[in-house]
């Protein structure tokens, strides 16, 4: 593949990036000046620009959700005893931790270790004993 | 996608006061089932997000402690499960029939008027968007539609920028060739 056509790629592959003001300073200035002579990324950003175009229509349509959702959802909510539970951030939320889950990790990771390094000290004497025989 | 609610509705939940959680859900359940919708392609399956979404957040609301604004935690939480769910999901919708994606069109508009008059191009990407590998629909529902950076999707999806690039790209060239159904970029 020639430099010039690989170039094409890269700037190609960055057009989303451009259009979303994700390109600044001298990157953007060269992409914006390939973009003059290059007839095949000019074009390349007019399909580009009009993709983005039909996505920013789709982000604006209403999605219209079943009608039992929402019943769903509010008797889900009025189910005694689950608000009740621990407050453990759910997995993958901002804090992302499960404090308990923790602990037990780190309690079988303690001992583990401990057994290891007790197993080495007595292969270790053991091995010294058989030496000084 | 517009998921925020008042923080003092927030605080009301955390306080347990009764209707609080009820009003929380009213206000953001539309965002999150289209996020879902968006992101599994699957009407039923977006309904069975949404309420594991709610599950999550109902057990998590008295832990949430206000770092980030209430619309950023609830949105990473639907594309948390979002995500869990199309991992688990073995099937790879890669089709590109041509008879599949018509229908789809017909189904995203209400009528073909409709359609001509201001949805055509917004229908056609959101019936081609379906036909998707899921990869890459993830990737362009959330850069392009949700509107996160390049770095943030990287981010949710445990991959790197240059990775959400290159996915990005291919699917944008996919999509072009469902949207214009050029059968020659279909095959390139």
Redesign the interface.
Known sequence: MSATRRFCREV???L??LL?G?VSGWPERTMRAHLRHCSDCASELK??E??????????????E??AE??D???Q??ARPG??E?A?????????GARPGLSVAFLTVGALASTGVGWAAWRGARWAARRVSR | ?VMDVDPELVRACQR?EPGA??AL??AT??GV??LC??MLAD?EEA?DA??EV????????????G??AFG??LH??TV??CL?ILRKRSKARTSTLPEEYDELVADTAASPEDRAVS?D??A???AA?RLLPEEARAV?VL???E?L??KEVADLLGVSENVV??R??RA?AK??SL?TNDAEEVTA
């Open positions: 190609q592959g960055e989303p990036a979303a994700e399909r580009q009009h993709l983005a175009q039909g996505l920013a229509a789709v982000r604006d349509t209403d999605v959700p079943p959702l929402l769903g959802l509010l889900s909510a689950l608000r539970r407050a453990v951030p759910a997995r993958g939320a901002i804090s | 996608m347990g959680l009820d859900i009213r359940y539309t089932y289209a919708r968006r009407p309904a949404t309420q709610y599950l999550r957040v109902m057990r998590s609301v008295l832990g949430f402690r770092d980030a950023t935690w990473r939480v948390n499960v869990t949805g191009l917004a056609r990407c959101e968007l362009v850069r392009d539609i509107d950076s390049t690039k290159v990005l790209c944008h999509l072009r949207v």
